[in-house]
């Protein structure tokens, strides 16, 4: 069975609701209203692509937005931090394309891009790197670091402009056959110093450092030196992207070394010729392997000595 309510009580009660129906109204409820901040999309598309020593960055640029960008020559930049990263740089309000001149060819670049409206950011863009310091021109590069230009191949093999590629297989050869080989071709050619060569070792996991220091005169004093640090390199100690098919293989040593016309004397075998060698499996200098007439791989340096 209902109960009715009283007619006073019934009074007060509608007084009470519509006193809270009209502070509400009035903006006078004591709850905080909640406001959705406007997302800001991340840079999308990032690419980077590197040609005659700059490096431009390029993105999808949207009119309403506006774009920093945050560059280093560590791997794992982040723009809220980037000041902790090596050679790090904070670039405003860039637009797309950006290009980037380095003042260091011996690093690699990292760079990622961040979107901002007003006093609002969004979360950094995905990173890219390059590595500016090469000018390709076709079969051939010239380092802008050293100044030096290389045969993208190894003797033996094809450069196919179609494929961006070193085609065929490297052929080994002694050094006198080297020198052979070199007198037929035109231009200054010749084979590399060890110091030359090891200037193109590259360690992509950064340890000792991307690029290693070659004009310390100590590397040409261990017998067997390791340039990158690692104990399981799976990949050639180059820049494939810049000298592509490099072959690397496990046993025997000998196999994956390259020749250099730096002789090595050994006063315990005095009747022996032996050259410095170059590996490129660990991305070293391999000091014993380069005795003639064992045949090791070749690639050669344009210009004089």
């Not at 670091?145 to 290389?150: A, D, F, I, Q, V």
Request: charged fraction near 15%.
């Amino acid at each position: 069975m209902s109960k009715t309510i009283p007619h006073t009580l019934f009074k007060k009660t509608l007084t009470l609701s519509l006193l809270i129906t009209t502070l509400a109204a009035c903006g006078g409820s004591s709850e905080k209203e909640v406001t959705t901040p406007t997302l800001i999309p991340k840079p999308a598309n990032v690419s980077v692509s590197s040609d005659n020593g700059e490096s431009t960055i390029s993105w999808d640029s949207l009119s309403s937005l506006n774009y920093d960008l945050y560059l280093a020559t560590e791997d794992g930049l982040n723009f809220q931090s980037y000041a902790n990263s090596e050679n790090s740089q904070w670039i405003k309000n860039v637009s797309s394309p950006y290009i980037f001149k380095p003042n260091d060819y011996s690093k690699v670049y990292f760079f990622a891009l961040v979107a901002k409206s007003g006093s609002q950011e969004s979360i950094q863009s995905n990173i890219v790197s390059t590595i500016p310091r090469y000018d390709i021109n076709g079969p051939n590069i010239t380092d802008f670091k050293t100044s030096l230009t290389w045969a993208r191949c190894s003797i033996g093999q094809t450069w196919s402009e179609s494929n961006q590629n070193c085609e065929g297989v490297a052929t080994r050869l002694s050094h006198q056959e080297s020198l052979a080989f070199i007198s037929t071709l035109d231009g200054n050619w010749r084979l590399p110093t060890a110091i030359e060569l090891l200037s193109l070792v590259y360690c992509d996991n950064s340890l000792p450092d991307f690029f290693l220091n070659t004009e310390d005169p100590d590397y040409l004093t261990i017998k067997v030196h390791q340039g990158c640090d690692s104990d399981n390199l799976t990949t050639p100690t180059i820049d494939n992207n810049v000298f592509p098919n490099t072959k690397i293989e496990p046993i025997p040593l000998y196999t994956m070394l390259y020749r250099t016309s730096t002789q090595k004397y050994y006063s315990s075998s005095p009747g022996s010729t032996f050259y410095h060698s170059v590996n490129f499996k660990e991305g070293g200098v391999y000091l014993g392997g380069g005795n003639e007439p064992t045949a090791l791989m070749v690639r050669l340096i344009n210009g004089s000595d």
